[in-house]
């Protein structure tokens, strides 16, 4: 089974903070994504990523940045925290093996900034 | 640009049919998958359609129709764990098969 693994699934930071999400995955994939998930609107995709050290930007990239050093490793920063990044941020990836493979998610991180 | 609507919430009997339905407008239509998303959890997969009809997988049951640009997902049976959110999303050509999610249907299952 495909394992997605998010850092935390809580978090609390202050306005202004600089702020590191993690996400791993086990099954090689070469796609990753970033969303959050808001009441009322659904999954948006803030960054995505297909192939080591690639980004790109997805829907709402406005406050964020990616890095993907590694294959397995994609890291979400929020450079300065504001109160409107309040939100669930799931990470998922997808295999490019076959086209149209599912996207698998991680456990999501309620991240609330204060 | 995208545009997927789907009713926000249902409530169905437990024991019955409901059907979820979903309209989307898109350019480069890929393929649209369902979700299930329980509250607090990860979306699980459970449906993929790429050419019209329908595709049957145990209870659930999803159909597309590319011209008319709708999905339905067909649940059977409905248990009390079938309470929860079901995601529309559709993919378009480029890289990564992006998805473009609607904002889910929120389903309660009621005795």
């Known amino acids: 089974d495909v394992k997605v693994t998010q850092s935390s699934r809580y978090l609390v930071k202050r306005t202004g903070e600089k702020v590191f999400l993690e996400c791993v995955q086990d099954m090689d994939h070469e796609n990753m994504f970033w969303y959050r998930q808001d009441p009322g609107l659904g999954l948006r995709l803030i960054y995505f990523?297909?192939?080591?050290?690639?980004?790109e930007k997805g829907d709402i990239p406005e406050g964020y940045s990616v890095s993907r050093e590694k294959k397995e490793r994609f890291s979400l920063i929020l450079e300065s925290a504001s109160t409107n990044q309040t939100s669930m941020y799931l990470c998922?990836?997808?295999?490019?093996?076959?086209?149209?493979?599912?996207?698998?998610f991680g456990d999501g991180t309620r991240l609330s900034i204060l | 640009g995208q545009n997927i609507d789907q009713p926000t919430e249902m409530t169905a009997t437990e024991g019955a049919i409901v059907q979820i339905n979903c309209t989307y407008q898109?350019?480069?239509?890929?393929?649209l998958f369902w979700y299930q998303q329980h509250a607090g959890e990860a979306p699980t997969f459970l449906s993929y359609n790429v050419l019209d009809g329908l595709e049957e997988k145990g209870r659930f049951s999803s159909f597309l129709s590319r011209s008319k640009g709708y999905s339905y997902l067909l649940l059977k049976e409905l248990q009390m764990k079938d309470s929860a959110s079901y995601l529309c999303a559709v993919s378009s050509y480029g890289t990564a098969s992006k998805l473009t999610f609607g904002t889910g249907t929120r389903l309660q299952v009621t005795l």
């Open positions: 898109t350019s480069g239509f890929n393929g």
């Open positions: 990523s297909y192939d080591v050290k690639m980004k």
């Open positions: 998922a990836s997808s295999t490019q093996i076959y086209s149209n493979q599912p996207q698998h």
